[in-house]
């Protein structure tokens, strides 16, 4: 785990369906739930990739979350939309046969 990894571990504190920012709590929505998993989904693959590369696959990731960072949560359908995305890149990017990745 990468130092930034464990900078965003300690600022963010996430149980079930509850998200821990400091002394501030708030109850998570199902989309922001699903959000969430896939990103810990993509930490997760590229802890699988060769150590060489494993933080190019992070900081890919991370791009990627932070660019629709500013979307307004109530725009269910972009955010459905970015997921399915999401997920369709996560299962191409978890293939053997990628070694690596350019952010």
Same mark, same amino acid.
């Given at each position: 785990?990468?130092?930034? %990894?464990? %900078? %965003? ?62 979307? %307004? ?31």
């Amino acid at each position: 785990m990468s130092a930034s %990894d464990r %900078d %965003d571990v300690s600022k963010v504190n996430i149980t079930n369906t509850w998200i821990k920012l400091g002394n501030f709590a708030m109850k998570l929505s199902g989309l922001q739930k699903e959000v969430l998993s896939l990103y810990r989904k993509c930490l997760r693959e590229a802890r699988k990739k060769p150590k060489d590369v494993q933080e190019n696959f992070r900081s890919y990731t991370r791009i990627e979350f932070k660019k629709n960072f500013t979307l %307004d949560k109530k725009d269910f359908a972009a955010i459905e939309y970015l997921l399915r995305k999401g997920h369709r890149q996560l299962e191409i990017y978890s293939s053997p046969g990628i070694k690596n990745i350019m952010c």
